[in-house]
């Protein structure tokens, strides 16, 4: 969980407008959202358990 010291700006009346983010906490939000839009995009791949990616890594050669 990101820890943030986040700022906002806020209009007349008191009310939050925006929030003003530290760069690392920007691009760690960033980074988990592309990491969320991959995940959803692979949402209907078909899935091999971890024992037979082992034996088609062996196989190919790789290990």
Request: net charge negative; aromatic share 8%.
């Amino acid at each position: 969980m990101l820890k943030t010291a986040e700022r906002f700006i806020v209009n007349e009346k008191g009310e939050k407008q925006s929030i003003i983010l530290d760069f690392r906490t920007y691009e760690e939000m960033v980074e988990d959202l592309e990491d969320l839009y991959s995940i959803a995009e692979r949402k209907n791949e078909s899935t091999i358990s971890f024992d037979e990616l082992k034996r088609k890594v062996k196989k190919s050669g790789i290990l």
